[in-house]
């Protein structure tokens, strides 16, 4: 079996203040981390979302994992 390397940065952007969202929705990932987080399976966030494939909440969920402590640092600062 071969392998292949996917890269997953067509289904997400930053926008201009640095926060990551699926790419072409309003959909930021840390409104999915949040769901994830709560239990939800991936399909089942995606489900909640119209313009949202199971493919792009992978994505979101990668990207956080990839870089995980930065992001909740960036989300206990706008906590505060």
């Known amino acids: 079996m071969s392998t292949a390397t996917i890269d997953i940065n067509h289904l997400l952007e930053v926008n201009e203040h640095g926060r990551v969202f699926v ?4 959909i930021s990932i840390q409104r999915i981390i949040g769901r994830h987080l709560e239990g939800f399976s991936p399909a089942e966030i995606a489900e ?4 949202l494939s199971v493919s792009a909440v992978h ?7 990839e870089h995980q ?7 206990e600062a706008d906590a505060r």
């Open 59 to 65: 994505a979101a969920l990668a990207f956080y994992y």
């Open 69 to 75: 402590a930065e992001l909740d640092e960036e989300e």
């Open 48 to 51: 909640d979302y119209e313009r």
């Open 23 to 26: 790419r072409g929705t309003k």
